[in-house]
């Protein structure tokens, strides 16, 4: 199954924090060789910018996410599921 995880890098959410998540969720792919399962993809604002930073996984948004939380959420929609 092919799931699917777009990153908004609109300026209010790649400045608080997405340049950092991008990085995180690579490695997180990588770790857990999802790379291939993976349609990742960068957005432009989804017009949250208030709950940014903003991570989309499988339709479902998630708001202020950080380098702290982001490992956590990945594997709960990825992994666990």
Not at 19 to 33: D, W, Y
Not at 53 to 63: D, K, R, S, T
């Given at each position: 199954?092919?799931?699917?995880?777009?990153?908004?890098?609109?300026?209010?959410?790649?400045?608080?924090?997405?340049?950092?998540?991008?990085?995180?969720?690579?490695?997180?792919?990588?770790?857990?060789?999802?790379?291939?399962?993976?349609?990742?993809?960068?957005?432009?604002?989804?017009?949250?910018?208030s709950d940014g930073p903003i991570v989309e996984?499988?339709?479902?948004?998630?708001?202020?996410?950080?380098?702290?939380?982001?490992?956590?959420?990945?594997?709960?929609?990825?992994?666990?599921?």
């Amino acid at each position: 199954m092919e799931h699917i995880i777009k990153i908004c890098m609109g300026s209010s959410c790649y400045s608080r924090g997405n340049q950092e998540n991008l990085e995180r969720i690579e490695r997180f792919l990588s770790k857990h060789q999802l790379e291939g399962d993976i349609d990742l993809r960068g957005s432009r604002c989804e017009g949250l910018c208030s709950d940014g930073p903003i991570v989309e996984i499988n339709g479902q948004i998630h708001g202020a996410v950080t380098v702290d939380t982001i490992d956590q959420l990945l594997e709960q929609q990825l992994i666990l599921q």
